[in-house]
């Protein structure tokens, strides 16, 4: 009995679309965990400076094993309906591991962080003083 349970669980997270993926190590980076990838992101310098560029070191997973492209990276203030005077350039390090620089906050407030990774958008929130 114990191994057609053991079975079935093997098979049912072999089937899971939300199956685990770990993505490459960022120390004290943020997590945002989508239905089809993880992304853990961090900002060069921290913290991350107003009316100055600054960088996001990004690491992506595919949970589904496969290998991930490029993400898209972007972000927004939603409340005041813009995002960022300024698009950044995207270089990849590694598998799974990227680097965005040229970003800039110009003015205080919450802004959003927007990840396009494999058609899935992954979004998380940042206050800037």
Known sequence: MRCAATSLALILATLSPAGACEPPRLEQATRIEGTRHVVLFRGVPSPLPLNATFAL????????????????????????????????????????????????????????????????RLTAAHDVD
Do not use: Q, T
Not at 80 to 98: C, D, I, Q, T, W
């Open 57 to 120: 070191e990004i690491a992506v997973c595919a949970r589904n094993g496969a290998a991930v492209a490029p993400p898209g990276v972007d972000a927004r203030m939603p409340a005041h309906r813009h995002g960022m005077n300024y698009r950044p350039s995207l270089v990849e390090k590694a598998a799974g591991l990227f680097r965005a620089d040229g970003l800039l906050f110009h003015m205080p407030g919450r802004w959003e962080f927007v990840l396009e990774v494999g058609g899935e």
